[in-house]
């Protein structure tokens, strides 16, 4: 397998105001989200980034899709650099993260033809695409509604939708099963395995270690914003559960810190 991503010592480091430093109880300006941080994921694997809340996950994905950028450090996304080529990245890319909203205003149909004209995709595969991904998830029938009134579930699947209008190759999850319903988190996995076996590659960051466990080919685990394993889940359980794993290494990162 060739190597589609690859992020090189990825650094990115966050001003805390006074409020800030209180709510995290720290005495430091200065945190650093992301440290040194190095990967690489394969064409048609699934890689997951799995790590406890604050671990620099999200972070390292906004770098991954140009929404932000990184103090130091490169990565390439298909051979395009997300610090030189950011267009470039976000044409080869989709990006759902919980924390992106929809416009409250505007209905799931208007969204899909403006994000598909943004992408100066022709009416035809337009409505293709839309029939397609609006049949699978259910949101043919809300259709016309608007966002503001939609689920909590239907947003998400909607989000997920416009997401891919483009058709991408490279697929960035941040936490795509988060707040959602038994139901809507089964449908949103099945349907990432099934983009896998169309072949794309897709990053996903959680903190749940069964979505891993069902999903990655291979994953890493992210503790204080640096890399602490990084291996295919054959490896990483070899000899105990995933969980495990995780926890004597997050107790052995921890101890190291004090």
Do not use: W
Not at 55 to 82: E, F, M, N, P, W
Not at 152 to 169: C, E, N, R, Y
């Amino acid at each position: 397998m060739s190597i589609i991503l690859r992020t090189e010592d990825l650094v990115k480091t966050f001003h805390l105001s006074s409020k800030q430093q209180k709510l995290q109880k720290t005495k430091e300006k200065v945190i650093t989200a992301v440290d040194k941080l190095s990967f690489e994921a394969y064409e048609g694997e699934v890689y997951g980034l799995l790590g406890p809340n604050g671990a620099g996950k999200t972070t390292t994905l906004r770098i991954l899709a140009t929404l932000i950028k990184a103090d130091s450090g490169d990565a390439y996304v298909d051979g395009s650099s997300v610090r030189a080529e950011p267009e470039m990245v976000r044409s080869k890319i989709g990006f759902l993260t919980s924390e992106l909203k929809l416009e409250d205003f505007f209905t799931p149909n208007f969204l899909f033809d403006f994000f598909a004209n943004l992408r100066h995709i022709d009416p035809e595969t337009r409505k293709q695409r839309k029939d397609e991904l609006f049949s699978k998830f259910g949101v043919d029938e809300f259709a016309e509604v608007k966002v503001a009134n939609l689920s909590t579930g239907m947003k998400q699947k909607a989000s997920l939708v416009i997401s891919i209008v483009h058709d991408p190759k490279i697929i960035i999850f941040d936490e795509p099963t988060n707040g959602l319903d038994v139901l809507t988190a089964k449908v949103v996995t099945d349907f990432l395995l099934e983009l896998k076996a169309q072949g794309k590659t897709i990053i996903v960051s959680t903190h749940i270690f069964s979505l891993v466990e069902k999903i990655c080919d291979r994953a890493g685990i992210i503790i204080r914003g640096k890399m602490v394993a990084n291996d295919s889940l054959e490896n990483l359980t070899r000899t105990k559960p995933l969980e495990d794993v995780f926890f004597d290494m997050y107790a052995s990162v921890m101890e190291g810190a004090v």
